[in-house]
């Protein structure tokens, strides 16, 4: 209660008298499970009838000062000057010219700090500011304008390398302010969205990774969801589950199962192998909400059947199987050495000389895409990830330093995959899970290919999924040509 009882402090000292103020560790009494359902239930409509929400970030510091003059000077430049703010770079004269002393290593500290604050990372506070008709930022007796927060907190995580300290810390009001946009959405891809966003986000009770984003569905469009309420006397794995089957429900696609990332990425016993563990804190899958750049299945309606036992049969074709493995983004992230990538290029080279692969190498590590969402990515990427590997071995030139910390940014974007060549000579990005004997599976409903591992259950066409991929060449819907046979498949 101490960070409470400095919060109310610093509202007296503000002249916040003679308020009703609504504050969820008084007004709900955690032990009594009847009381949280029936509260968590109405938080929501809490949230979207308050004047406004007062968001604490805790007392202020010495870094406080700094991070607020950084958030002002950056949320004044034009979109033209932002552009040639190099992040951390102090002694960049574009940097010194636009911000002043503001562009300090003290400054840029500061504003990783502010951001690495404790409100940041709980999982509560998204409903609370998503919802909110208009925002207070405290810390201390500081107040930060959200909307600049948001700003600035965008421009970093686009132009901020996973590699640099605090570079994830940089990206969450930028999330938070993405969710806010997405609420016209529809219950389903708000919650989904939601879920896939806030995936790092911490909660004492598992369930609460769901329960505190289901007001965000609530008022976003049809009805579907409106009878799905917290139940704390559900398991997590009924939680999920159910969640799950009312998001596929209320959908128009079936985006939800391509964030089912494997057994890797299972804690929670009892879920079927098609939901997500939402209690895992880690950026998985592609990293691009939504997946809408990608139509692998083309324009195909969604198919699905939900059966006794929680099995879900779906409908498609198996186009691929994977052949070889390779090491995974986070470990050639981490060595700079992906000797084992290099020889599975080479191999299919040899099997299949008429076929481009440098190129399809560096598209698949990037999922042909970049920060503009772009899709192919237009800009020749090859050089720089050669110049990228080697920057230990070599000093590089300003161009080429420059280019190769553009291709680490997009490049560490999404380090939770692994690189994969198929039987057909394709090569493609996946699920840590994945291995060899995986198929790839186009399944109507599905934006990007699924891979699926066939079960040792008896009965035909029973499959664990193990996620969805990037399969280089065929994220428009090139496998549809041809006419393939279709026929269902029931995931377990």
């Known amino acids: 209660m101490e960070n ?23 007004c709900i009494n955690q032990e009594d499970n009847v009381e949280r359902c029936q509260q968590v239930s109405i938080m929501a409509d809490i949230y979207r009838s308050a004047e406004y929400v007062i968001i604490w970030l805790g007392p202020a510091d010495e870094f406080t000062q700094p991070a607020w003059e950084l958030i002002n000077g950056m949320s004044q430049l034009s979109d033209g000057e932002l552009s040639e703010i190099k992040p951390l770079e102090v002694k960049n004269k574009h940097n010194i010219k636009l911000l002043g002393h503001a562009n300090s290593d003290v400054h840029w500290r500061a ?15 998204v409903q609370e500011l998503v919802l909110a008709r208009d925002t207070i930022v405290l810390c201390g007796d500081y107040t930060f304008d959200w909307g600049s927060m948001a700003h600035v907190s965008d421009f970093m995580a686009k132009r901020t390398p996973l590699n640099n300290a605090g570079s994830t810390s940089y990206k969450k009001p930028a999330k938070l302010a993405a969710i806010k946009r997405g609420i016209p959405d529809g219950p389903g891809n708000v919650l989904l969205h939601s879920l896939i966003r806030c995936r790092t986000y911490d909660a004492k009770d598992d369930r609460d990774k769901v329960y505190s984003l289901l007001g965000l569905a609530k008022g976003s469009g049809r009805d579907y969801l ?18 799950a089957k ?50 692998a299945a083309g324009l195909l309606p969604s198919f699905w059947k939900i059966q006794v036992g929680n099995t879900l049969t779906l409908r498609g ?28 290029v080479e191999e299919l080279e040899k099997e299949y000389p008429e076929r481009d692969y440098r190129d399809a190498f560096w598209r698949t590590l990037l999922i042909d895409t970049d920060p503009s969402g772009t899709v192919p990515t237009r800009r020749p990427w090859e050089n720089s990830l050669y110049v990228w590997l080697n920057m230990c071995a070599r000093v590089p030139s300003k161009d080429e330093k420059q280019r190769a910390v553009e291709f680490e940014t997009s490049f560490t974007h999404s380090l939770n995959l692994r690189l994969f060549r198929t039987s057909r000579g394709n090569l493609g990005c996946g699920s840590l899970s994945c ?58």
């Open 4 to 26: 409470l009882f400095n919060c109310l402090t610093q509202l007296e000292a503000n002249g916040y008298y003679d308020r009703d103020i609504w504050i969820d560790a008084i």
């Open 111 to 125: 504003l990783r700090l502010l951001f690495e604050k404790r409100w940041f990372e709980r999982a509560w506070v």
């Open 226 to 243: 409106f009878n799905f309420n917290p139940d704390y006397y559900q398991d997590i794995g009924e939680v999920y589950t159910n969640v």
């Open 246 to 295: 009312c998001i596929i429900g209320c959908s128009d696609d079936l985006h939800i199962l391509a964030h089912a990332e494997g057994d890797q990425f299972r804690r929670t016993p009892g879920l079927p192998t098609w939901v997500p563990d939402w209690s895992v804190r880690k950026d998985l899958g592609l990293r691009i909400t939504g997946y809408a750049r990608y139509q």
């Open 317 to 344: 074709f198996e186009f691929d199987t994977i052949a070889r493995v390779g090491e995974t983004k986070e470990e050639v992230n981490r060595s700079r050495t992906c000797a084992g990538w290099l020889d599975l």
């Open 435 to 492: 291995k060899e004997g995986d198929q790839i599976w186009i399944i109507q409903g599905s934006r990007v290919p699924l891979m699926l591992r066939p079960s040792q259950e008896v009965g035909l066409e029973i499959y664990e999924l193990v996620g969805g991929t990037y399969l280089h060449g065929f994220m428009q819907g090139e496998a549809l040509s041809g006419n393939p046979e279709f026929k269902e498949v029931t995931l377990i």
